[in-house]
């Protein structure tokens, strides 16, 4: 279900009058959380969790919206990636076992 939220401001200076409307259309979601999390949620009333919710979709959309910028003329199948994943987790794995036999130097 659609919600409206209206913002009406009317100032009076020297017989003018300035109206102000914003009208803004919400959406409202529902999801469960593990009882662990709302049990804290519970304990802090005083946070706005649906606004640091909201923040985290946000910035998960947009990292989203990234991905789908770069790769939008990418002519890299899905297998294609994974290997290329593969590859690179194994490079990162091998430099690391590298620097643990030296004891951390580099």
């Known amino acids: 279900m659609h919600g409206i939220d209206l913002h009406v401001w009317v100032s ?4 003018f009058y300035l109206f102000y409307l914003m009208v803004t259309c919400v959406v409202n979601v529902t999801f469960a959380v593990p009882e662990e999390l709302h049990e804290i949620m519970r304990r802090h009333p005083e946070i706005k969790w649906s606004e640091i919710a909201r923040k985290a979709m946000w910035e998960y ?3 989203l ?4 910028r770069l790769t939008s003329g990418s002519g890299l199948s899905e297998k294609d990636v994974l290997e290329l994943d593969k590859k690179v987790k194994a490079g990162i794995a091998k430099k690391y076992r590298e620097l643990k036999s030296q004891g951390g130097k580099q």
């Open 12 to 15: 009076l200076n020297k017989g």
């Open 61 to 63: 959309a947009r990292k």
């Open 65 to 68: 919206e990234l991905m789908e």
